[in-house]
């Protein structure tokens, strides 16, 4: 494993959801940081605050310079956050920018915040449910909208980088991400409804698990390009997973049985690529599924 002791961080979209929480673990790492944000977060603390364009060639360069390591969170991280054009264009143009220019500087590894988007189902607008239960990385895929193109393209960016500059990324496909307080929000909503989380297979995972997820896949020791799921262990509905998956998804085949409110998305490669464990688990009571959902 790497240490990040002194080495140089350059962090993109920095203002984000994740970026203030993973630039503070980078810089309880030792690490120097680097932080490049189209807007203004005045609570951001790092070596460098730099305020720029992910799409932009120079802006990029500067921020860069005599960086080590790459995290790229810059996005348009929602469908209908943006118009097409631009959800689509500001993801994609970023990510190419940023990988192409870190590649080609010599950087030797980058970490891109993709998304469980990249399989297209969740945000989906027709009748489709996922091909088998767990999610996995080979799960076919079927895109509906531009925010999951952009993130399924961005997986292709990061291995055409690999190939070409040899630097090493890997892309974590995030489901929703927020710290507890709107995790718990969100679980009660599931509660009264549970059907809109099966096609992201009810997953969450807490801001704090996310940045550490980050450090891991920065000091880890993997090469190449890799894509995979990352999610807590559990699900973020109180039901049981077996008996939502029976109510929602009958057909759907299952290529495992799923112990309790066990998240059915299988987290093998982030546990053997980066040494990933979820640590923060929601204090959601595990309920009966009512009667009228089964």
């Given at each position: 494993?790497?240490?990040?002791?002194?080495?140089?961080?350059?962090?993109?979209?920095?203002?984000?959801?994740?970026?203030?929480?993973?630039v503070a673990h980078l810089r309880a790492a030792g690490a120097q940081v680097t932080t490049l944000s189209i807007q203004e977060n005045p609570g951001l603390e790092a070596e460098r605050v730099l305020l720029g364009d992910t799409r932009?060639?120079?802006?990029?360069?500067?921020?860069?310079?005599?960086?080590?390591?790459?995290?790229?969170?810059?996005?348009?991280?929602?469908?209908?956050?943006?118009?097409?054009?631009?959800?689509?264009?500001?993801?994609?143009?970023?990510?190419?920018?940023?990988?192409?220019?870190?590649?080609?500087?010599?950087?030797?590894?980058?970490?891109?915040?993709?998304?469980?988007?990249?399989?297209?189902?969740?945000?989906?607008?027709?009748?489709?449910?996922?091909?088998?239960?767990?999610?996995?990385?080979?799960?076919?895929?079927?895109?509906?909208?531009?925010?999951?193109?952009?993130?399924?393209?961005?997986?292709?960016?990061?291995?055409?980088?690999?190939?070409?500059?040899?630097?090493?990324?890997?892309?974590?496909?995030?489901?929703?991400?927020?710290?507890?307080?709107?995790?718990?929000?969100?679980?009660?909503?599931?509660?009264?409804?549970?059907?809109?989380?099966?096609?992201?297979?009810?997953?969450?995972?807490?801001?704090?698990?996310?940045?550490?997820?980050?450090?891991?896949?920065?000091?880890?020791?993997?090469?190449?390009?890799?894509?995979?799921?990352?999610?807590?262990?559990?699900?973020?509905?109180?039901?049981?997973?077996?008996?939502?998956?029976?109510?929602?998804?009958?057909?759907?085949?299952?290529?495992?049985?799923?112990?309790?409110?066990?998240?059915?998305?299988?987290?093998?490669?982030?546990?053997?690529?980066?040494?990933?464990?979820?640590?923060?688990?929601?204090?959601?009571?595990?309920?009966?599924?009512?009667?009228?959902?089964?």
């Amino acid at each position: 494993m790497t240490s990040l002791n002194g080495a140089r961080v350059l962090v993109t979209g920095a203002s984000g959801r994740i970026g203030p929480v993973a630039v503070a673990h980078l810089r309880a790492a030792g690490a120097q940081v680097t932080t490049l944000s189209i807007q203004e977060n005045p609570g951001l603390e790092a070596e460098r605050v730099l305020l720029g364009d992910t799409r932009s060639q120079e802006d990029v360069r500067a921020a860069l310079e005599g960086a080590d390591f790459v995290v790229h969170l810059a996005a348009l991280a929602h469908r209908d956050i943006a118009p097409p054009y631009d959800v689509y264009s500001v993801n994609v143009v970023s990510t190419f920018n940023v990988l192409a220019q870190a590649g080609a500087a010599g950087v030797g590894r980058a970490v891109v915040a993709g998304s469980i988007n990249a399989y297209g189902l969740p945000m989906n607008r027709h009748d489709v449910t996922p091909a088998y239960f767990p999610l996995d990385t080979d799960i076919p895929v079927d895109i509906a909208d531009w925010y999951s193109l952009s993130k399924h393209h961005g997986e292709g960016t990061a291995r055409m980088a690999w190939r070409q500059w040899g630097i090493d990324v890997v892309t974590l496909r995030f489901p929703h991400v927020h710290d507890e307080h709107a995790l718990m929000a969100q679980s009660k909503q599931l509660e009264a409804d549970p059907r809109p989380g099966l096609r992201e297979a009810w997953s969450y995972l807490h801001t704090e698990d996310a940045a550490r997820a980050i450090v891991l896949a920065l000091t880890a020791t993997t090469t190449g390009a890799h894509a995979f799921f990352l999610a807590a262990n559990d699900t973020i509905a109180p039901y049981r997973t077996e008996a939502m998956l029976e109510a929602f998804a009958p057909a759907a085949p299952r290529l495992r049985r799923f112990v309790e409110r066990e998240v059915p998305i299988d987290l093998t490669p982030a546990r053997e690529l980066i040494g990933f464990e979820a640590h923060r688990r929601l204090p959601v009571p595990t309920l009966d599924l009512p009667a009228e959902f089964r």
